[in-house]
């Protein structure tokens, strides 16, 4: 079965600081990569799609892709309570359906 | 722009009733469908795909079935619900779009309990 893992947290960091969102994944031909952030009984919302090695930034938030490390990061600048939330990862083969990791829930203290 | 919609919000169902949530996507055409269920605490379980009318392929063998007999509509049915099927029921769609996945996107979810 393959997977992505993702550490449950919480992951707890003070207001301003950056949050750093880890995940792994263990098929090595997955070439699509997903960061969605779901709030308490809310659905998943997108906040980036990462293709390529390398960084990809939108605004505060930033994903990193290392394929040869089969690791995908999502970094959360100047945090603020509103980020607190839970961070799904999500990787794909090209035609294949996504694979979630289980989601690592982030609180930011005020 | 692209919505999507999934009702009801809630629902509560006796073990052994019928279900059918609906979910309709607008402003797109030839979507991907899928639908997910999240236990409480846990992560997405994918249940059904679509990739066009008709054409529905299973990821979990359950008493749970999916149709589409509408372009942008995909409905989730059950003839008789069992404890186990309670939790967060997830609609989403994806555009078909070049060779790499394109991001999916999730509606508003039902949840679902069962007494």
């Known amino acids: 079965q393959k997977e992505v893992e993702q550490n449950s947290g919480p992951l707890s960091v003070p207001e301003g600081a950056i949050a750093s969102l880890n995940c792994t994944y263990s098929d090595r031909v997955s070439q699509s990569f997903f960061w969605y952030r779901q709030y308490s009984g809310k659905s998943p919302e997108l906040i980036m799609s990462?293709?390529?090695?390398g960084d990809k930034e939108d605004g505060r938030f930033t994903a990193q892709l290392n394929k040869a490390s089969q690791y995908v990061s999502l970094l959360i600048r100047d945090s603020q309570p509103s980020d607190s939330a839970t961070y799904l990862c999500?990787?794909?083969?090209?035609?294949?359906?996504?694979?979630f990791g289980p989601g690592t829930r982030l609180s930011v203290l005020p | 722009s692209q919505t999507i919609h999934q009702w009801p919000a809630t629902l509560v169902q006796p073990v052994g009733s019928p279900l059918s949530l609906e979910c309709t996507v607008e402003?797109?055409?030839?979507?991907?469908l899928y639908w997910y269920r999240q236990a409480a605490g846990r992560g997405l379980q994918l249940l059904f795909y679509?990739?066009?009318?008709?054409?529905i392929s299973s990821e979990v063998p359950q008493n749970l079935s999916a149709s589409r007999p509408q372009d942008r509509q995909f409905i989730l049915s059950s003839k008789k619900l069992l404890l186990s099927d309670s939790g967060f029921y997830l609609c989403a769609w994806s555009p078909k779009i070049g060779t790499f996945n394109q991001p999916q996107h999730f509606g508003d979810g039902t949840r679902l309990s069962i007494l």
């Open positions: 679509s990739v066009g009318i008709g054409q």
């Open positions: 990462i293709y390529s090695n």
């Open positions: 402003g797109t055409s030839n979507p991907n």
């Open positions: 999500a990787a794909a083969k090209s035609g294949q359906n996504f694979v």
